[in-house]
């Protein structure tokens, strides 16, 4: 079974940082895309940031909204991705939830999308 924990949520005013980050953890083979989506109060979740391919070779994916304030990263050895956010306005408020595209071991199927619990974020005006 894989596993993702999301940490690093809490409130902060506008204009400020947050670091959030995610473990995956389990019987894991490799992943390969690893980022976040983001689902504000009454809306759908939508895409904030994922990573894909190795460290050798990988591309990051930005939303519109975030891009030049948030940037992911990925620690491949540690199966960890952090999202480093700056100027942090009222509308990136909502839970973050944590998405990875993994094959686990001695397993048949090919990528599979496993879900963190979300971590919340509120940005205060």
């Known amino acids: 079974q894989v596993q993702l924990v999301e940490s690093g949520g809490g409130l902060v005013q506008a204009g400020g940082s947050l670091r959030l980050s995610c473990a995956a953890s389990?019987?894991?083979?490799?992943?390969?895309?690893m980022g976040w989506y983001r689902q504000a109060p009454g809306k759908q979740r939508e895409l904030g940031a994922t990573?894909?391919?190795?460290?050798?070779?990988?591309?990051?994916t930005y939303a519109e909204a975030v891009k030049g304030r948030f940037t992911n990263s990925r620690d491949n050895a540690k199966n960890t991705v952090y999202l480093q956010m700056n100027s942090l306005k009222p509308e990136d408020t909502g839970v973050y939830y944590c998405?990875?595209?993994?094959?686990?071991?001695?397993?048949?199927?090919?990528?599979?999308?496993?879900w963190g619990q979300g971590t919340q974020v509120t940005v205060s005006s």
């Open positions: 998405n990875a595209d993994i094959k686990q071991m001695r397993q048949s199927y090919g990528w599979r999308s496993y």
């Open positions: 389990g019987s894991i083979f490799s992943i390969n895309t």
């Open positions: 990573t894909t391919g190795s460290s050798s070779s990988s591309t990051t």
